[in-house]
């Protein structure tokens, strides 16, 4: 497809394979923090136009790989782009985030929702993925992603945002089944949609589970582990002659690795409230750990950012299977410099 990768840190550290350092990359690398994507952020016009122009969308996928020394390039893209692709009207207000016009309340709601075909309403995120991947020309590999079904549901009931989650657990205790029913169609079209940015050139993917933190642990299993499992065991795991590593992440989930670990995904990204070294012997050390830096230690010092990135080495430990990265995403007023210092110090700490 492309040439050959001249760094392969990142895919070696999830296969837990030995690597002479810690990979590392950033949940939202690509974003409000950097001026140079506020500049084509206000280029193209809004949002979603960023995202559905694939040259634009490959610009910023790339600007942090010409600022930082990171090891992956991860699709700029948004979670929402398949409730998009189903007709539910996706509109972002400013300084209230994502919002649907036409949100899911009913059965009838559900019954109606289409499995969007990648290839067609969502071609212009494929078109992003080849397009990068081109560009990239190798320099590290591509990392695509999608919302978890369970997450997505989320946004798709609630009809944007919400503090209390109220009209989604809502139908989970009143309506289950038409719950279901949307899990298992929202999961259809993440398995279609994943393998999709595997054909166009994906090497690793990643499934954002942002609110299954909010179950309880029996409903964790049922409403949202179960269909992330439906997705790892649907997916497309070689491309290129190579494994294709898939990492689950539930924010606030790190009761749950073990059982997370249990469906055969390759990494588990964990959050900061997790120590790494209890994350290790949770999951038997069967599966790499992606994280866990709070991500509010970059508005600390340099040395304040460096002695915190040592002690999340640290509660690693040795042996491989340890992608670095924060424990969620950065925060549009870091100072950039300051990821900088990062990422140099988890490259020089970590040599082995």
């Not at 030995?18 to 923090?33: C, F, I, K, L, N």
């Not at 991860?74 to 649907?100: Q, R, V, Y």
């Not at 590999?141 to 079904?149: A, N, V, Y």
């Not at 990643?206 to 499992?229: A, H």
Request: aromatic fraction near 8%.
């Amino acid at each position: 497809m492309s040439q050959p990768l001249q760094n392969d840190l990142y895919l070696r550290a999830l296969n837990r394979e030995e690597t002479s350092r810690t990979p590392v990359w950033v949940m939202r690398q690509a974003g409000r923090y950097l001026p140079e994507y506020l500049k084509v952020r206000k280029q193209a016009g809004d949002f979603m136009t960023l995202c559905s122009t694939p040259d634009l969308a490959c610009e910023v996928t790339l600007q942090p790989l010409d600022r930082f020394n990171l090891d992956a390039a991860i699709l700029f893209s948004d979670i929402l782009t398949i409730p998009d692709a189903m007709g539910l009207g996706l509109h972002f207000e400013t300084g209230e985030g994502p919002k649907f016009s036409n949100p899911v309340r009913t059965r009838a709601d559900v019954e109606k929702l289409p499995i969007p075909d990648p290839m067609d309403s969502l071609r212009y995120v494929m078109d992003a993925v080849s397009t990068i991947r081109r560009e990239l020309n190798g320099r590290v590999p591509l990392i695509g992603f999608s919302g978890s079904p369970w997450t997505l549901a989320t946004y798709m009931i609630e009809g944007g945002g919400s503090k209390d989650f109220s009209k989604v657990k809502g139908m989970l205790f009143s309506d289950p089944e038409s719950l279901h029913m949307l899990l298992d169609k929202t999961a259809q079209s993440v398995i279609s949609y994943l393998n999709a940015q595997v054909e166009s050139g994906a090497q690793s993917l990643m499934i954002f589970d942002t609110w299954g933190g909010v179950l309880s642990p029996e409903n964790y299993r049922e409403f949202s582990l179960r269909y992330m499992q439906q997705i790892v065991d649907g997916l497309k795991r070689e491309s290129d002659g190579r494994k294709v590593p898939v990492v689950l992440f539930t924010k606030n989930g790190g009761q749950w690795l073990d059982i997370m670990a249990d469906t055969g995904c390759d990494g588990l990204g964990v959050d900061w409230t997790t120590n790494l070294a209890d994350a290790r012997i949770k999951t038997g050390d069967r599966v790499a750990l992606q994280g866990n830096l709070d991500p509010s230690v970059l508005y600390g010092s340099p040395e304040v950012i460096k002695h915190h990135v040592q002690k999340v080495l640290d509660s690693y430990g040795p042996g491989p299977g340890h992608v670095f990265n924060l424990g969620h995403g950065i925060h549009q007023f870091v100072n950039p410099e300051h990821l900088g210092v990062m990422v140099e110090a988890v490259r020089e700490l970590s040599t082995r």
